[in-house]
């Protein structure tokens, strides 16, 4: 699988992945990569079907998690710490439930394994809105969704930049993704993760609530959990030391 991806820095203690939320693509995680151990190799791929050069199949979060173990494959990256923000973090759980050779340490950060049964036609609603009205009528609901206003007065400029990317999304691919998250449900394979997990939540995180992480804390052995107050969904963004400082616990190995 050929995944565009960008490498922040080259380590020889082990590789760090980071899997982007919907819509955006490897290019978000800079500041972050830079607060990450130096020793590490730290590695981002753009998801099957995002990016400015989409390649892969974004039409399930399970096809999406076999194109990035593809691509893991191939650059020969062996078991990896996995961090995923939003579909990103379901993306690394259904990769470490279908390819454990693969991960050796998980941080889930803002996601879910399953939206609820209302999922599908929530997510159905905002894939017919984008086919519609395009994908900027979505603008302000994203904003909202990924940050306080606070902080969007404060870095203005971030929230922007956010936006180009969304909007450089082709359309049937984003449609495809949403269709992916409403159909999405990996509760059943949760307690085959097996490895070292770290799950983190903005407490005013209203697209994976609290409620989400607690229960994939509470389903993945010994997983450790922390919610960050004053934060809402995009809290690798929002508050990337405080982030790393939640996922510690996975991160050890790196330092």
């Given amino acids: 699988m050929s995944l ?54 974004p039409s399930s979060v399970e096809s999406m998690a076999d194109g990035v173990a593809a691509w893991m494959t191939s650059i020969g990256t062996g078991p990896v710490t996995l961090i995923g923000m939003s579909l990103g973090g379901s993306v690394a ?70 936006l180009d990317i969304f909007r450089r999304n082709r359309l049937d691919n984003y449609v495809a993704s949403c269709t992916a998250l409403g159909a999405m449900d990996l509760r059943d394979g949760l307690g085959k993760i097996a490895v070292p997990t770290a799950v983190v939540v903005g407490e005013l995180d209203a697209a994976t609530p609290p409620t989400h992480a607690q229960a994939l804390a509470e389903a993945i052995s010994g997983a450790q959990l922390t919610a960050l107050p ?15 400082a939640a996922l510690a616990p996975i991160l050890d190995q790196e330092t």
């Fill in 4 to 57: 565009r991806y960008e490498q922040f820095t080259a380590g020889e203690s082990g590789s760090i992945v980071l899997l982007h939320s919907l819509a955006m693509d490897a290019s978000i995680w800079r500041e972050f990569a830079e607060l990450l151990p130096a020793a590490a190799t730290v590695l981002a791929p753009d998801l099957p079907g995002h990016g400015a050069a989409p390649e892969g199949d």
């Fill in 93 to 162: 759980q259904a990769l470490t439930i279908r390819h454990p050779d693969l991960v050796g340490r998980l941080g889930l950060v803002d996601t879910t394994a399953w939206y609820g049964p209302d999922a599908q036609a929530a997510w159905a609603a905002r894939a017919s809105q984008a086919r519609d009205k395009g994908l900027d009528s979505l603008a302000g609901f994203q904003l909202d969704r990924w940050f306080t206003d606070e902080f969007r007065q404060r870095r203005p400029e971030q929230g922007e930049a956010l």
């Fill in 230 to 244: 004053a934060c809402k969904h995009l809290t690798a963004l929002d508050r990337p030391a405080d982030v790393i």
